[in-house]
């Protein structure tokens, strides 16, 4: 489910890193499906609004070109593991 989404991050801030790295580690993306908005390829960044994306962090889906923010990309990201949270969030 989550094979084609892309977190982007603010490579500048601990608390993103940090937050995105653990996404990582429990197994919910594997390493190359982490970026930082620094390394972050064109084809990527185009479907993200930059603006927004300095304050929520964005999920980027590369099949259906469609980007999720914040709480929702949280969500999405808890939810594809642990799908009793689905109902509660």
Same mark, same amino acid.
Not at 3 to 6: A, D, H, L, N, P
Not at 72 to 76: I, K, P, R, V
């Given at each position: 489910m989550l094979?084609?989404?892309?977190i982007i991050f603010d490579d500048?801030?601990?608390m993103c890193k940090?937050?995105?790295w653990w996404f990582v580690a429990w197994g919910f993306l594997k390493a190359e499906n982490r970026i930082g908005f620094a390394s $972050?390829?064109?084809e990527v960044t185009a479907h993200v609004d930059l603006d927004r994306g300095r304050h929520e962090i964005p999920l980027f889906d590369r099949s259906s070109?469609?980007?999720i923010y914040g709480l929702? $990309?949280?969500?999405?990201i808890l939810?594809?593991?642990w799908?009793?949270?689905n109902p509660v969030l």
């Open positions: 094979q084609s989404k892309v500048s801030c601990p940090l937050y995105t $972050a390829p064109p070109k469609q980007t929702d $990309a949280l969500t999405f939810g594809s593991r799908t009793w949270l």
